[in-house]
């Protein structure tokens, strides 16, 4: 049976926040200045305040039940709003050196990294930004285990996103069918269906194993192109149509691809698929942080 309010130890909400934070219990007790035996009588202390696990093993550190995360979306507000009548908002981007990392594909980054670094030499010289590859399929775990801050990508399957993440769409890019100027079908303006489907098609794979979605939206409408190579770089796809006959079927968005379009010909594909929202997401559990909520922000500004 729970605790009431009346007789529960609201010191515990500070082991709670440092679990969900750090994922780790000696990480834990080593940013709350506590011994590991103190932080995990604590947990055994709340585990009976909620009468639930809270936390169970995973790996070299621990992940939240299902309840540990519902209760953090309002103790975590809670939290906040309490740490700010009682301190100050303790980071100083002028003066830090973290490290931001982020999750993302070779195309992403492409557009992310000059802006982010454009804004960080005037606002956080000394913040490091460490980019660790998107696969689509992983990087909800790589959020969980703390292996990045942030994730910027599309999310491949709405039906199971984990309640864990929140997000914020940054963009949206279209598909363009990308090939060598000199390539046969480049005289066209408007690619003929059965021409293009039956041209040698390079994709991107970031998985290295998954359909890429451009033939699952074809599949949709009973149709097939001839699909000879998967890459699982963004950039090894525009070399290969550079120096051959393949063609490709990129993601392009107007105003923020970067310049490297030199040799080739961009064409729009003959079945308009549609539009995939880029998103940026964390983990619930940095609602709290305020180098993660000052990263946010900058993310979201350059994007507006």
């Known amino acids: 049976m729970g605790t009431s309010y009346r007789s529960a130890d609201l010191n515990l909400l500070k082991v709670f926040e440092a679990l969900m934070t750090e994922g780790n219990v000696t990480r ?10 103190t932080v995990s009588n604590a947990l055994r ?8 696990r809270l936390f169970v093993r995973s790996g070299a550190g621990i992940k939240p039940t299902r309840r540990a995360i519902d209760l953090w979306g309002p103790l975590a507000q809670s939290l906040q709003i309490v740490r700010g009548t009682l301190e100050p908002d303790r980071f100083d981007a002028t003066q830090s050196s973290a490290t931001l ?38 990087f909800g775990p790589v959020l969980a285990n703390s292996q990045a801050d942030f994730a910027i990508s599309v999310f491949a399957d709405e039906v199971h996103r984990p309640s864990f993440l929140k997000s914020r769409a940054l963009w949206s890019p279209r598909f363009v069918c990308v090939m060598r100027s000199g390539h046969p079908l480049a005289q066209f303006k408007k690619l003929p269906l059965k021409r293009f489907l039956a041209a040698r098609h390079v994709d991107v794979s970031l998985a290295g194993k998954t359909l890429p979605s451009y033939d699952i939206f074809l599949r949709s409408h009973g149709l097939k192109r001839n699909l000879v190579a998967t890459v699982n ?49 964390w983990h619930q559990r940095h609602e709290t942080s305020a180098f993660h909520q000052w990263a946010r922000g900058v993310l979201l500004e350059i994007f507006e």
């Open 28 to 37: 834990a007790a080593q940013k709350l200045s506590l011994t590991q035996p």
């Open 45 to 52: 202390r709340l585990r009976e305040t909620y009468d639930d």
């Open 101 to 138: 990392g982020i999750s993302m594909s070779d195309y992403v980054a492409s557009i992310v990294v000059p802006r982010l670094e454009k804004r960080l030499a005037v606002l956080a010289p000394s913040v490091q930004v460490h980019t660790i590859p998107n696969t689509l399929v992983d």
């Open 233 to 281: 770089h963004y950039s090894a796809a525009y070399d290969a149509v550079r120096q051959s006959d393949l063609i490709a079927v990129l993601p392009w968005s107007r105003n923020l691809d970067p310049p490297r379009m030199s040799g080739l010909k961009q064409v729009p594909v003959p079945l308009e698929a549609t539009a995939r929202v880029i998103e940026l997401f």
